[in-house]
């Protein structure tokens, strides 16, 4: 577990301001990834992934419609009133809520460490983000998404 007490609190949420949240992070440790699958371009989604227990969804959680394709696994969650992906569950780490850093409050982006993942060849490059036993339990989940 990462130390509760070097966690920042920062809070974030789509365009319109129906969906609000608040995610527990530490921009030294926890790094932020930038994927350029097909998905995560056109979005522009800048992946935090953090555990469900660092992670309140404050409001809005009615007005949160889901998008899944491929294997389903990841649920893509977004705002049906302005269309904003503020965070999801993804398929690297279903137990995990990702939240995308350019959904938080005012530029803190600066404050995190942004490292490339190739999500265009994803089977290839997941074992960067996961631990070895979460590879495991994800074995035999095949295609983006
Ligand atoms: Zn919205």
């Known amino acids: 577990m990462t130390e509760t007490n070097r966690l920042n609190t920062y809070e974030g949420g789509c365009h319109c301001g129906a969906v609000r949240f608040r995610v527990l992070a530490n921009p030294e440790q926890d790094q932020v990834s930038d994927c350029n699958c097909s998905m995560c371009r056109k979005k522009g989604f800048l992946h ?49 809520i990702d939240v995308n850093v350019r ?23 997941i074992h960067s983000l996961r631990s070895a036993e979460e590879v495991i339990e994800g074995q035999g989940v095949k295609g983006k998404g």
């Open 48 to 96: 935090l992934i953090v555990p469900p227990e660092q992670f309140t969804l404050v409001s809005g959680e009615e007005m949160l419609t889901t998008y899944t394709f491929n294997t389903g696994v990841a649920k893509h969650t977004f705002c049906k009133i302005c269309g904003i992906h503020g965070f999801y569950r993804p398929r690297s780490h279903p137990h995990m």
């Open 103 to 125: 959904c938080l409050d005012e530029n803190v982006l600066s404050q995190f460490r942004v490292v490339p993942f190739d999500g265009v060849n994803w089977e290839e490059n």
